[in-house]
């Protein structure tokens, strides 16, 4: 496998996408075939259970169904389109990935985190992210931000199922990336996110400078 797996993971409305899209932008310019993704989505089928889930009117989901839908997602976008591509050389940029189903369905929701991880892996056939950057802000400060872009900031787009949910839920999904990020000092870089968009990108884009570099000369 030539290409690089890159995940950018954190809370709703930490500025994920915002990063992403910059980070496109600087490897595209250097020549660099990228492809951006997300989950839950990425494909057509993905972006179908992206519907079930995220939609409000299904408040009735329980746990193992919200899991096992997102694990579902999973292994349509793993196998249908990131794995072609990391085969084919090119670098994929991708709004999220296991690291979530552990944040959100174990910490968050007291799912068994083995069983996520299992499930998760299962679904990936075992594929990790090269390097996941996680942007940290306080629970209060992705709120604000989802509140805004639903809102204030002039846009329709409405909370989701899952940003609905109340500020303990948002604190221990918080903790659980801090958990991740301890756990895998190797993979993960935790990104200071309650700056500037363009302070942050720098440092996002200092790191994957350095991690090109490495991938080349191997
Ligand atoms: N560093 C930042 N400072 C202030 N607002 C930001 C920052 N980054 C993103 N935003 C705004 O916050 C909202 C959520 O950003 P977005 O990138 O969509 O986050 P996510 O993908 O993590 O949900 C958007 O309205 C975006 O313009
Ligand atoms: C991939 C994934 C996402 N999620 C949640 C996080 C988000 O609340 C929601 C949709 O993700 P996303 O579209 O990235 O939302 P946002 O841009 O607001 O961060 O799905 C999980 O709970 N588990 C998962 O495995």
Known sequence: MNGIFITFEGPDGAGKTTQLQKLAQELKKLGHDVLVTREPGGTSIS????????DPVNAEMVDQAEVLLYAASRAQHVHEKILPALKAGRIVLCDRFIDASVAYQSYGLGVDIDTVKSISKFASS?????????MDVPVEVSMQRLNHRAGGGGSDQQLDRIEQKNVDYHSRVRAGFHQIAEDHPERVRMI????????????VWLDCRQLLEEHISV
């Open 47 to 54: 972006d179908k259970i992206r519907g079930i889930i995220l």
């Open 126 to 134: 075992g594929l990790q992210a090269t390097r996941t950057y996680i």
């Open 192 to 203: 200071d996110a309650n700056r500037a968009a363009e302070l942050i990108a720098e440092d």
